[in-house]
C-alpha cells in the first residue's frame, strides 16, 4: 500500500477513535446526576483516544520506513552474491539500473540477467511492503481497541492531551538543535573522509590549490593539491574591504539617523536601507559583475594600472554596500540602549553633538559596536552570490586588490555544482572547506553575541 | 586678587570662544560625513536600479517578422486528414524556410541561405506547429503569420548592435542586415509586448527562454517551505515563550537559534547535500528539496519575529484568561495565540521573502541544473528565479543580458509585493496595547 494511502487510512482510524471516546464518556455524563462534578469536555476524550491511535502507529511508520531501504539493499545483494550474477560493474550502480526500471518498456530493456535481479528486487519490495502495511495497521487497530477500553470518565484526559501537546511543542523547539547537530555531523563526517585522503596539514597550510584531479596519471597536472591558504586569504580579501566600505558608512549613517536627521530624511533613509537589505544577493552579483567590475577596470586602464576583470575589489566593494544595512541597524540599536543621561551631561558640560557622540556615545558603545563588526564579518566571510558572481576561480596569494582572487564559498559552489562522483576527494574537499566555513562563522557569532549580550546587560 | 581671577576667567572664556569656530567646524564636517552615508546607500540604490532597470526594458518587447507561409500538406509531409501526431512529426521548418527563401529569391549559395533562415528564431517552427494543431483546417492554406525573430534581429532592431559600425566590428554582417532592413522598409517587422516571456520555460536560444518554469519552481519551494517552517516555527515560539522552564537545555535550545539566525546560507546546502539528498536519497533538483533547506534556514528569523509578538501581548490577558479558569494550553490558544497572531504572520511573510531571494543553498542540492519543462508539483525538477537569474547571468549570448535584468524585476517585483503585504498586515491590525 502506498504510504499516502496508509497514513489516510490511519487519519480514518483515529477519526474513528474520536467519535467513539467522545460518544462514551458524553453517555457517561449524562447518566450522572451531580453535573458540577463535570470538569472535562468530552472532545478531550476523543483527542486522547485520537491521538493513542495515530501517534505510536505514524512513529512505527516512519521508522520502517527508514528499515525498508537497507533491508532491500541488503537483501538483494545477499541474492547478486549467492546466485552467482558477475556484477561486474559497482554494486550501487547495479542496483540503481534495478530500481530505476520504474516501466515496462525500461524493465524490457534491461539484460536477462538484470531481468531476473529485477523479479526477485520487485518480490522482495512487495513482501517488505505489505508486511509493513499489516504491521502498522494491526498497530492501529490495537491502539484503537485499547484506547476504546480504557478511556472513561476517571481519565485525566485534559491533563494527557495538553501534556502530549507541550512535548509536540518541545519537539518543534529542538529542531534548532536538530538542525545544528545535522550540519556539524554531516560536514563533520565528509571532512574526516577526505582528510583521511589529504593530510589536514597540507589543507590548512598549503599555498596551492588546484582540485582539478586528472583522469589518466600521465596528464598535466595529475596530483591534485589541496592548499587552501591561497582561498583563505582570498576570502580575508574581499571581506577586509566589505569592512572597510560597510563599516564606516553603516556607522556613520546609524550616528546620523539617531542624533541629526529630522523626520523627514528618516522617512526617506530608513526606507533605503530596508529595501538594500532586502535586495536578493544574486541580484548584487549580477550588478558587481556586470555592471561595477568593468566599470573599475576601465577606470583602472584610464589610469595606467592593470585591474583583472573580476577583481577582488568590483566584489568587496559591492559587498560592502550589501552590508551597510546590517552594521547600520545593529549599530542604531546599540547606541540607543547608551541612557540618556550619558549623552545629556556631556551636552550640558558644553561639548558639541560630535564631540558627545565621539567622545562619549562611540566609547560607552563600543563593545556593542564591535560585536557588530564581528557579526558583520561573519556575514562577509559566508557570503557566496556576490563572490561567485564577481570573483574570480584561479586560486592567486595575493593581497592585491585589483587582482582577481577566489574564496571559500566560490570554491565550495565550484566543487559541488559539476557532474561529479560523490566520493572523489574533490567533492569531499568542498565539505572540508564547508567545515572550515562553518567553524570560523560559529566562533565569530558565538563571541559577537556574547560581547553584545554582556554590553546590553550593562546599561539594563 | 580680584582683578587677576577676572583675568584667568577672561582668558578661559576666551580659549573656549577661541576653539569655538574650529570645534563648529568640526561639528559641521562630522554632520557632512554623516550625511554622506545615508545619500552614498540611496545613490547606490539608485544606480542599482537604474541599472537593472533600462537593461531589462529590451526584454519586454519581441521583435516579430512577418511572412506569407504555404500550408501545403505534401510540403510539410503529412497526408490530407493529418492526426495530431503527424503534425508534431511533420517538417515546418521547410514551409517556413520556403516562405523567406520567395522573399529574398536572389540568395542562392547554400551559405548564404543558412544564413537567411536564421533570421527566424529556432522556436518559429514550433509556433506554426502549435497554430496548425490548434486548427487542421489551416492546412493546405496560405496565411500570413508573426514569427519570432532571432536573437540577432531583435538586438537590430532595438538598436543593441550598432548599425553604423563597421562590418568587421558587428556581430550581424552587411548582407544579413541588408535583409532585415528590407524587411523593415516592407512593414513586415514588429514589435509586440514579451508574452512569451511569461509563459514558457528555459531554453538556449535567448528569444525563446521565459521565466515560468523558474516561477512556478520558486512557488512550489516557498509552499513547501511555508508548509513547513510555519507551524514548526510557531510552535517553537510558543513553547519557548510560554512554557519553557528556566534551565540550561532550553538555554542550549536559545543559543542555537540565535547562531543559525547567522550561519552562511551556503552551509545550509552542504547539510541538505548530506542529509537530505546522500542520506535521504530525496530526489535531487526538487523544490521538495529545496523548500525543507528553507524552512530550516527561515526557521529562525519566523521563530525570533514570533517571539516579540508573542512577548507584545499583555499579562492582563492571559491573567484573565486563567483567573476565569482557562488552563495554560487554552490560555495559549484561544486568547494569546490569536492577538499575536498579526505580528506572527509579518514575521512568516519577511521570513518567505528571505527565502524567494536565496540562492547559494539551492545550488548546492541541484536545482541549478538546465530544465526546459515547467514542474508540475514538488517533486519534479526544476529551478527557481534567484537560480534563473544566476544561471541567465552567466551564459554569452548578448540576448542573455536584458532577460538576467527582466528576471531581476520579476524577482523584484515579487519581493516588493510580499513586504508590502507585511507592511499592510501590520498597519492594519497593530494594536497598542
Known amino acids: 500500500m502506498k504510504i499516502s494511502a496508509l497514513i489516510f487510512l490511519l487519519l480514518i482510524f483515529a477519526a474513528f477513535s474520536y467519535f467513539m471516546a467522545r460518544q462514551k464518556v458524553s453517555t457517561a455524563y449524562r447518566q450522572r446526576k451531580q453535573k458540577s462534578k463535570i470538569l472535562t469536555l468530552p472532545k478531550y476524550f476523543g483527542y486522547v483516544a485520537a491521538l493513542t491511535a495515530l501517534l505510536p502507529a505514524l512513529l512505527m511508520l516512519f521508522f520502517l520506513q527508514m528499515a525498508e531501504e537497507p533491508y532491500i539493499n541488503s537483501e538483494i545483494s545477499n541474492y547478486i552474491v549467492n546466485s552467482d550474477i558477475e556484477a561486474n560493474e559497482d554494486l550501487d550502480l547495479y542496483l540503481n539500473d534495478i530500481k530505476s526500471a520504474d516501466t515496462p518498456e525500461k524493465v524490457a530493456a534491461l539484460t536477462p540477467e538484470k531481468q531476473q535481479v529485477y523479479q526477485r528486487y520487485h518480490e522482495i519490495e512487495t513482501t517488505t511492503n505489505r508486511t509493513i502495511t499489516v504491521i502498522v495497521l494491526s498497530l492501529a487497530i490495537l491502539l484503537v481497541i485499547w484506547g476504546m477500553r480504557r478511556i472513561n470518565t476517571e481519565t485525566p484526559a485534559r491533563r494527557v492531551f495538553e501534556k502530549i501537546i507541550e512535548g509536540i511543542l518541545l519537539l518543534a523547539a529542538s529542531i534548532a538543535i536538530m538542525t545544528t547537530v545535522g550540519i556539524v555531523f554531516s560536514v563533520l563526517f565528509e571532512s574526516t573522509r577526505f582528510f583521511g585522503e589529504v593530510p589536514i596539514m597540507s589543507f590548512m597550510f598549503g599555498t596551492e590549490w588546484s582540485p582539478q584531479t586528472a583522469i589518466r596519471a600521465d596528464q598535466v597536472g595529475s596530483s591534485a593539491a589541496f592548499g587552501a591558504v591561497p582561498l583563505f586569504v582570498g576570502t580575508m580579501l574581499i571581506s577586509f574591504i566589505a569592512l572597510l566600505v560597510s563599516v564606516p558608512l553603516g556607522l556613520m549613517s546609524a550616528i546620523y539617523l539617531s542624533e541629526y536627521a529630522g523626520s523627514k530624511i528618516r522617512a526617506v533613509a530608513k526606507p533605503v536601507l530596508e529595501i538594500l537589505a532586502g535586495i536578493p544577493t544574486v541580484v548584487y552579483g549580477f550588478f558587481a559583475a556586470l555592471t561595477v567590475a568593468p566599470f573599475i577596470r576601465d577606470l583602472g586602464q584610464s589610469m595606467g594600472l592593470s585591474v583583472a576583470s573580476e577583481s577582488a575589489l568590483a566584489a568587496g566593494l559591492v559587498m560592502g554596500i550589501m552590508i551597510i544595512p546590517f552594521v547600520s541597524s545593529l549599530s542604531d540599536d546599540v547606541l540607543s540602549a547608551v541612557p540618556q543621561n550619558l549623552r545629556e551631561g556631556s551636552l550640558g558640560l558644553g561639548a558639541t553633538r560630535s564631540e558627545t557622540i565621539v567622545k562619549v556615545l562611540i566609547p560607552a558603545a563600543l563593545p556593542g559596536i564591535v560585536g557588530g563588526v564581528l557579526l558583520a564579518a561573519s556575514r562577509a566571510i559566508g557570503e557566496t552570490m556576490i563572490v561567485v558572481m564577481a570573483a574570480g576561480l584561479a586560486a592567486n596569494l595575493t593581497v592585491n586588490p585589483l587582482e582577481a582572487v577566489t574564496t571559500v564559498t566560490v570554491q565550495i559552489v565550484t566543487l559541488l555544482t559539476g557532474d561529479q562522483e560523490f566520493d572523489s576527494a574533490k567533492t569531499l574537499a568542498a565539505f572540508a572547506l564547508g567545515l572550515m566555513l562553518f567553524v570560523t562563522t560559529l566562533i565569530l557569532n558565538v563571541i559577537a553575541l556574547h560581547v553584545v549580550r554582556k554590553y546590553r546587560e550593562q546599561y539594563e | ?433
Open chain 2, 1 to 433: 586678587m580680584w582683578s587677576e581671577n577676572t583675568e584667568s576667567s577672561m582668558n578661559n572664556t576666551d580659549l573656549v570662544r577661541q576653539s569655538l569656530k574650529k570645534r563648529y567646524l568640526k561639528e559641521q564636517i562630522f554632520k557632512a560625513v554623516g550625511m554622506f552615508s545615508i545619500v552614498a546607500a540611496i545613490v547606490f540604490l539608485i544606480i542599482l536600479l537604474a541599472d537593472i532597470f533600462t537593461k531589462a526594458m529590451p526584454a519586454f518587447s519581441q521583435t516579430n517578422i512577418e511572412l506569407e507561409v504555404t500550408l501545403d500538406a505534401g510540403e510539410i509531409g503529412v497526408g490530407t486528414n493529418p492526426t495530431e501526431q503527424d503534425l508534431m512529426a511533420a517538417d515546418f521548418r521547410r514551409v517556413i524556410r520556403n516562405a523567406l527563401a520567395k522573399q529574398f529569391p536572389d540568395v542562392k549559395k547554400r551559405k548564404e541561405k543558412r544564413e537567411l533562415y536564421s533570421l527566424t528564431s529556432m522556436g518559429a517552427e514550433f509556433q506554426l506547429r502549435d497554430m496548425v494543431i490548434d486548427d487542421p483546417s489551416l492546412l493546405g492554406q496560405n496565411i500570413k503569420v508573426e514569427f519570432m525573430a532571432d536573437d540577432d534581429v531583435d538586438a537590430v532592431i532595438k538598436g543593441a548592435i550598432d548599425r553604423t559600425l563597421p562590418e568587421s566590428d558587428r556581430r550581424v554582417k552587411d548582407q544579413k542586415l541588408a535583409w532585415i532592413e528590407r524587411l523593415e522598409q516592407s512593414g513586415q517587422i514588429s514589435k509586440q509586448f514579451n508574452w512569451h516571456f511569461f509563459s514558457s520555460g528555459d531554453s538556449r536560444e535567448p528569444e525563446m527562454a521565459g521565466i515560468k518554469g523558474a516561477i512556478k519552481g520558486s512557488f512550489f519551494t516557498l509552499l513547501v517551505t511555508l508548509a513547513l517552517s510555519f507551524p514548526v516555527a510557531v510552535a517553537a515560539a510558543i513553547y519557548l515563550e510560554e512554557f519553557a522552564p528556566k534551565n540550561r537545555f532550553i538555554d542550549f535550545i536559545e543559543i542555537n537559534i540565535n547562531n543559525l539566525a547567522a550561519v552562511p546560507s551556503i552551509v545550509f546546502g552542504l547539510l541538505g547535500l548530506a542529509v537530505f539528498i546522500n542520506f535521504f536519497s530525496l530526489p535531487r533538483s526538487a523544490p521538495l528539496v529545496g523548500g525543507i533547506v528553507l524552512s530550516l534556514m527561515t526557521l529562525p528569523t519566523i521563530i525570533i519575529a514570533s517571539r516579540s509578538a508573542i512577548k507584545a501581548v499583555p499579562p492582563s490577558l492571559r491573567e484573565a484568561a486563567l483567573g476565569l479558569g482557562a488552563s495554560k494550553m487554552q490560555t495559549v490558544f484561544h486568547h494569546v495565540l490569536p492577538a499575536a497572531l498579526p505580528g506572527i504572520l509579518t514575521g512568516t511573510i519577511i521570513g518567505m521573502a528571505q527565502a524567494l531571494g536565496e540562492t547559494a543553498p539551492l545550488l548546492m542540492i541541484g536545482m541549478v541544473a538546465f530544465i526546459v519543462d515547467i514542474p508540475q508539483g514538488i517533486t519534479d525538477p526544476s529551478t527557481v528565479l534567484p537560480i534563473q537569474v544566476y544561471l541567465w547571468a552567466d551564459s554569452p549570448e548578448r540576448g542573455f543580458l536584458a532577460k538576467t535584468s527582466a528576471a531581476i524585476m520579476v524577482l523584484l517585483f515579487f519581493l516588493v509585493a510580499m513586504n508590502a503585504i507585511a507592511i499592510y498586515l501590520r498597519k492594519k491590525f497593530e494594536k497598542k496595547w
